[in-house]
């Protein structure tokens, strides 16, 4: 197919590959020499939350330190919601397309609505609320959304504020997913901060996960009326860890000063990189992507030669021809590995170029 570079490319597939930042694992190593309070109630779980409560402005908030996103929705959402209460999604929505049916799985039905942009709007919410309108179908509760989306993109903070006043409206929760809420509130365009999120949300969480931790996601309870028994939810779901001080302290390390959005900076701006060339070359994108992931189109034999070199995501079919691959940056990856990887596919498509694609 040409003359594509003979090396084994270091992974986009997705931005928890590598272990953890130094800095972590230095916290852990010196968390991991004293003895602790467990279950979330040691020293430097208490600390994290209280960096975490002073960056949101929201004193009364509480914060709850849990092991993986999925885990986080699942039990935040149960938690929320009454038996007969279900959760409005874009049919993009990580809890709809990527949680293998765990908030189903809690009882709780989740209407979704096409996205924009692989953003919820007011319209998509309205929508779904005339058509859920009496006791025979669920009643819709809570409004979940992500930031950044999983199309990579982000919520405005007039946007964010318009399905507020929605939710206000209509007597609903606004729930913000944050697996990669660091890459939002660091991408180019963007106008949050995390004290508007809190502010303008019930509820979200802060994930660290895709952010340079080991693993570990915080979640704000911003209001009053979610917060009790939240501990014994958490418990009986066995979200509870007993070594809590292992999310904790990697947690304080994040917020103890600007690591937490100087690691989200990185993976955006390595990922900028990355899409400013394939732009340059002629290679047609699905989305304009102001964050850490990209998704070139690609014909099939392209997207085959390349595995040869690199890992990634099959996004989704293209056309016939065709398809949607997703390339995600993260804290640790270097300016050289996406320098390789836009000189493989850049040669890839000089070779083979596609016919044009629409939205790119």
Not at 70 to 94: D, K, M, Y
Not at 113 to 132: F, M, Q, S, Y
Not at 316 to 337: F, H, K, M
Request: aromatic share 6%; with cysteine; proline share 4%.
């Amino acid at each position: 197919m040409g003359a594509a570079p003979m090396q084994a490319l270091a992974s986009f597939r997705n931005d928890y590959s590598e272990g953890a930042h130094p800095r972590l694992l230095q916290a852990l190593v010196r968390a991991s020499a004293a003895q602790h309070t467990g279950y979330g109630l040691d020293a430097h779980s208490v600390r994290a939350a209280e960096l975490i409560l002073a960056r949101c402005g929201q004193p009364q908030a509480q914060v709850h330190l849990l092991a993986g996103g999925t885990q986080t929705n699942l039990l935040a959402i149960s938690a929320f919601l009454r038996p007969h209460e279900a959760v409005i999604a874009a049919n993009s929505g990580h809890i709809a397309t990527h949680e293998t049916g765990a908030i189903e799985a809690t009882g709780h039905k989740v209407l979704v609505t096409p996205h924009v942009d692989g953003k919820l709007t007011p319209d998509g919410v309205r929508a779904l609320l005339a058509e859920n309108t009496s006791e025979h179908m669920v009643k819709p509760r809570l409004v979940y959304v992500s930031n950044t989306t999983e199309l990579g993109t982000i919520y405005r903070k007039a946007e964010l504020q318009a399905l507020r006043a929605l939710c206000d409206q209509a007597g609903l929760l606004l729930y913000l997913d944050g697996a990669r809420i660091g890459c939002a509130l660091t991408a180019a365009g963007n106008d949050l901060s995390l004290a508007d999120i809190a502010a303008l949300t019930h509820a979200f969480y802060i994930g660290g996960t895709k952010n340079g931790a080991l693993l570990g996601e915080a979640l704000v309870v911003v209001e009053r009326s979610l917060q009790p028994d939240l501990r014994y939810l958490i418990k009986q779901r066995g979200a509870m860890l007993a070594k809590g001080m292992v999310v904790g302290a990697q947690f304080e390390a994040l917020f103890e000063d600007e690591l937490f959005f100087e690691l989200a900076a990185h993976a955006n701006a390595m990922a900028q990189r990355l899409q400013d060339g394939l732009k340059a070359a002629g290679v047609p994108l699905l989305i304009d992507s102001p964050s850490n992931q990209v998704f070139p189109i690609l014909t099939h034999a392209q997207i085959q030669a390349l595995a040869g070199f690199t890992s990634f995501e099959r996004w989704s079919p293209y056309d016939d021809s065709a398809a949607v691959i997703r390339l995600v940056c993260s804290w640790a990856t270097g300016q050289e590995a996406v320098d390789g990887l836009l000189s493989c596919i850049t040669g890839l498509f000089r070779h083979d170029p596609p016919r044009s694609a629409t939205g790119s």
